[in-house]
């Protein structure tokens, strides 16, 4: 089955401990995002890739950090989490950026 | 920089009537336009894109949307709604790889 799988799915953690939420597709996609999701602001792009190794900020990369070693896999990386990235993440993958993206179920972080 | 507005933050409907969702962006040229839908502790689903050509688009789930240029909308419908509709929808911009979503509007149905 085609499909964007983030794990975990759902993490509580503490203030300043470095944590990893993996993604991985198994569709071939060029492209790769985060997003985070939020109460009455939608989501937005933390990050994005168009290929192996290659990545950009999108809109509020602050705090994050990405990389893209393999085309399949997309990891976010927070360094030293803080309260205010509690939030609902989603990644999720693309042929291309005019095709749409396909998501994960999301990972619910909450950062104590 | 775009940018997406969904100006309905809650729509409630009647099972069985019609439904509209609005959304207006700002974009300097013509831009990849998305309608995804949100179901409670799920991600996003696909429902239907629009590029270019026809403006009418056909979506799943028995969605279409309308591209007005002139009034720079990209309006979701729906001519008779199901209870399992009931979720939050998005409409979201595209540009190369930046995607950029509206705040959301969620749908309730009654029965």
């Known amino acids: 089955e085609a499909q964007v799988t983030q794990n975990p799915r759902y993490l509580i953690t503490v203030t300043g401990k470095k944590l990893t939420v993996t993604c991985s597709q198994n569709?071939?996609?060029?492209?790769m995002s985060w997003y985070r999701q939020d109460p009455g602001l939608g989501l937005r792009q933390i990050y994005y890739?168009?290929?192996?190794?290659?990545?950009d900020k999108g809109d509020v990369p602050e705090g994050y950090k990405v990389s893209r070693k393999e085309k399949r896999n997309f990891p976010l990386i927070l360094e030293s989490p803080s309260p205010n990235q509690t939030s609902l993440y989603f990644c999720?993958?693309?042929?291309?950026?005019?095709?749409?993206?396909?998501f994960g179920s999301g990972t619910r972080l909450t950062v104590v | 920089a775009q940018s997406v507005t969904q100006p309905d933050i809650h729509i409630t409907v009647s099972e069985g009537a019609s439904l509209e969702l609005r959304c207006n962006y700002s974009?300097?040229?013509?831009?990849?336009l998305f309608w995804y839908v949100q179901s409670p502790g799920q991600g996003l689903q696909l429902l239907l894109k629009?590029?270019?050509?026809?403006?009418l688009v056909q979506g799943i789930k028995g969605f279409e949307a309308e591209f007005k240029r002139s009034q720079s909308s990209f309006n979701l419908r729906k001519p008779s709604v199901h209870w399992s509709d009931a979720a939050e929808y998005f409409c979201?911009?595209?540009?190369?790889?930046?995607?950029?979503f509206g705040g959301g509007t969620r749908l309730m149905v009654k029965p």
């Open positions: 999720a993958s693309s042929p291309s950026g005019d095709h749409g993206y396909t």
């Open positions: 974009y300097g040229a013509t831009p990849y």
């Open positions: 629009y590029f270019s050509g026809d403006t």
């Open positions: 979201a911009v595209g540009e190369g790889n930046m995607l950029t």
């Open positions: 890739s168009m290929n192996v190794e290659v990545t």
């Open positions: 569709m071939n996609h060029e492209y």
